[in-house]
């Protein structure tokens, strides 16, 4: 697994998002993306994390910057969370993992004494030119989508 670092070029994504409109990265050539990717639809530091997000998008809109979150999730599961939470932020479906493995997020953790495989709260801001800007790894949700919304910012 290759880490993914500032100036590289941006990884392609195509997946469906919520509603089940394909997304391709390819789209936003021109604006600025934040790709955050996430565990799990509908848990507490998830649900805080597109809450966040959500609350921001306007000021994201006005930086000509969009907002993908990502994780393994069906596209079921995010209708739901995003119909529950009123998110206005596109959640996409990697539910065979390719993405999360491209980005090199999909990785080992350990809770509760056992180790196993699952995604890596991260966030990668990728440029209008379509090269990441800043990488966030292991993202701790409270202040994050403050920290990202001033990296637009200073583009």
């Given amino acids: 697994m290759t880490l993914l670092s500032v100036g590289d070029k941006a990884p392609d994504i195509t997946l469906p998002r919520d509603g089940g409109e394909i ?3 390819a789209d936003f050539a021109g604006k600025n993306v934040v790709v955050y990717f996430y565990p799990r639809d509908s848990t507490p530091g998830c649900t805080k994390e597109a ?5 921001n998008v306007a000021d994201f809109d006005a930086l000509n910057t969009v907002i993908l979150g990502v994780s393994k999730d069906s596209i079921k599961k995010h ?3 995003v119909a529950k939470q009123n998110l206005k932020i596109a959640l ?6 390719d993405v999360c493995e491209r980005y090199g997020i999909w990785v080992e953790k350990k809770m509760y004494g056992k180790t196993f495989m699952g995604i890596e709260r991260a966030t990668y801001l990728i440029n209008a030119d379509g090269n990441i800007a800043q990488v ?14 001033q990296a637009v910012r200073d583009l």
């Fill in 79 to 81: 209708d739901n969370f």
């Fill in 51 to 55: 809450i966040g997000f959500t609350e």
């Fill in 92 to 97: 996409l479906s990697d539910e065979d993992g």
């Fill in 136 to 149: 966030w790894r292991k993202v701790r949700v409270p202040g994050h989508v403050e920290d990202v919304l």
């Fill in 23 to 25: 997304v391709n990265l």
